[in-house]
């Protein structure tokens, strides 16, 4: 995708950043993220910010808006909004600017401790007044109502931990909060688990690593059962087609594991039968 240029955006977009930081020095064009149409990092008097831009006849105009509107339930592990306006056609959102660099999910990696340290912290984290559509709603085409109650809860979830959506430097941190919802406290967790075998792990040292995470270990196993068979519905409209592969290793396993009575790390440390 490509991106504007700080002089690409409309003078009155320009000018109402400019009241709400000060004169900009510069402004760093950042590639990463399909959230927005343009993103950048700006240098102020008082240090630099980020800066993210959603045209509002575009087509994330609905994500921009619920990551602006869910601000105030967030985690400190989530990037301070420092400001957020509409004009000229662009919904902008300014935020505390986060030093450090994207996560490796790779086998062996150093950031694999942190991040399960993260999940923990994540799962702790109760929203019942979030104002989004809960996992049950959200999914309700894609799955049968009473394997979608399996997934209920009023944990904050955030859907969608890839490794650029990750930020590792004194402390992690989590971006892009598009895609909330709420639901049960595992389910971060598992989303993690297939992004970890499409990043080289077996599904069954996916789960081993998962299950660091406390919350993963309540998880039962038709729960998670239900969870694999609702995104993979949803996957096969919207998901990418490595997401898809290493969704499917993982029911896979789980389908192997439930016909041969092999340990699996889930569901409560109770093995398949």
């Known amino acids: 995708m490509t991106r504007l240029r700080w002089e690409d955006l409309p003078p009155p977009v320009r000018e109402a950043v400019t009241q709400c ?4 020095f510069s402004a760093d064009p950042v590639q990463q993220g399909a959230g927005s149409e343009t993103a950048f990092v700006l240098h102020t008097h008082t240090g630099r910010v980020f800066l993210k831009g959603v045209e509002l006849d575009g087509p994330n105009t609905g994500m921009g808006r619920i990551e602006n509107k869910i601000q105030p339930y967030l985690p400190s592990m989530a990037p301070r909004l420092m400001g957020s306006f509409e004009t000229a056609g662009w919904l902008v959102l300014l935020f505390e600017y986060v030093p450090g660099r994207h996560a490796d999910l790779s086998p062996g990696s150093a950031d694999l401790p942190v991040i ?7 799962s702790q984290v109760i929203r019942p007044d979030l104002p989004v559509l809960p996992i049950e709603r ?7 109502a009473p394997a979608l109650d399996l997934l209920r809860g009023d944990t904050l979830v955030h859907t969608d931990l890839t490794e650029a959506n990750i930020l590792i430097g004194n402390e992690a941190k989590v971006i892009d909060w598009a895609w909330p919802t709420r639901g049960a406290p595992w389910l971060d967790t598992a989303f993690l688990v ?3 075998v499409q990043a080289g792990h077996s599904p069954a040292d996916a789960e081993r690593w998962a299950s660091q995470v406390p919350a993963w270990r ?9 969870f694999i068979i609702a995104w993979a519905a949803l ?4 998901a990418p087609g490595p997401v898809r592969r290493a969704l499917a290793r993982w029911a896979a396993y789980r389908a192997d594991a439930r016909a041969g009575g092999v340990p699996h790390w889930g569901g409560r440390g109770v093995p398949f039968r």
């Open 21 to 24: 930081l000060g004169e900009v």
């Open 116 to 122: 399960a340290a993260l999940l923990h912290r994540l």
């Open 138 to 144: 959200r999914w309700a085409a894609f799955a049968p």
């Open 194 to 196: 297939v992004r970890l």
């Open 218 to 226: 309540e998880a039962g196993t038709d729960a998670l059962h239900a």
């Open 235 to 238: 996957g096969e409209q919207r």
